[in-house]
């Protein structure tokens, strides 16, 4: 019986690393792919010729980008952006979710129901352009980085991380040294908490670094534009100057180089920093599985 055991279980890890290469193949070449078209000929990647590796290698898509000067000042917006938004959302969020743990906070479950639903209805484009200048958001950092600064479902992981993690007890024999809710919070529950920090700042670091509808709606000088506003202009350019029949089929080949190249600037940076936040992002994710 032990060995019909050993032999189920050695087929089931088998069977499972089979499923789990085919997965991580089919989520990973297209990754791949987008890299090796970025430094091939546009012909060849569209008639199928390229699969495992480059063809005819040119770099002239990341020479497009990289020479242009806007690409670096996007790129040092984009750095501030993230840093100061993610540091903002954290402070915010942690806050508020160990607030909302509390079990005798008064108004808990009006606020809840407050939060959660603005997860279904938004005031809309126009009231809030309007709120925003109003504050005197428009045009500035601040108008990229507070609209979306607390996420709901970001908030409700917190909230549930605390209710989970950290124990009314171990509250109430710091109550009895004197300790209030803020130096508990700052003393004993944030050092607790490395794991949800982890991966609240990973997913409000990939929002940031990703966003450019905020920095689209309310930014007005193209030097505080973030890195994707300008790729977004540089990719334009290019598709308008293919339009031209004198440069049709050169220009065609370049803007086509440009997408590709597009992709791995603004990705690569994410890319590197996701697998040392791995192994909090999975645990942080099964937290919101518990309990909502």
């Known amino acids: 019986m032990r060995i019909k055991g050993k032999t189920r279980d050695h087929a089931f890890n088998v069977v499972t690393g089979i499923i789990s290469g085919i997965l991580l193949l089919i989520v990973l070449y297209p990754l791949y792919f987008v890299i090796i078209a970025s430094i091939s000929n546009p012909d060849l990647t569209y008639a199928g010729k390229v699969y495992l590796f480059p063809k005819e290698v040119t770099w002239e898509g990341y020479r497009t980008i990289l020479e242009d000067a806007r690409i670096y000042v996007g790129y040092y917006n984009t750095i501030l952006y ?21 079990r005798h906070f008064i108004g808990k479950r009006v606020i809840n129901a407050i939060i959660i639903f603005t997860m279904i209805f938004s005031g809309g484009l126009v009231p809030t352009y309007l709120l925003m200048q109003q504050l005197h958001l428009v045009n500035t950092i601040w108008g990229v980085i507070v609209p979306g600064c607390v996420g709901v479902w970001n908030l409700v992981v917190t909230r549930t991380f605390f209710e989970e993690n950290i ?40 929002n940031q670094w990703n966003g450019f509808f905020n920095a689209l709606v309310y930014l007005n000088d193209k030097n505080k534009f973030p890195l994707q506003l300008f790729l977004r202009e540089i990719l334009l350019q290019q598709e308008m100057m293919s339009m031209d029949p004198d440069l049709v089929n050169s220009m065609r080949h370049k803007a086509d180089l440009v997408k590709y190249a597009m992709i791995i600037v603004a990705s690569a940076p994410v890319l590197a920093v996701y697998p040392f936040l791995q192994k909090f992002f999975v645990k942080g994710v099964m937290i919101g599985s518990v309990k909502g």
């Open 82 to 102: 993230t840093i100061v938004g993610t540091l903002l959302s954290l402070v915010l969020t942690l806050t508020s979710g160990y607030a909302l743990s509390v």
């Open 167 to 206: 124990p009314l007890e171990l509250f109430e024999s710091a109550q009895l040294d004197g300790c209030g809710h803020f130096l508990f919070f700052i003393h004993i529950a944030l050092p607790l908490s490395g794991v949800i920090i982890a991966v609240i700042a990973l997913f409000y670091g990939v």
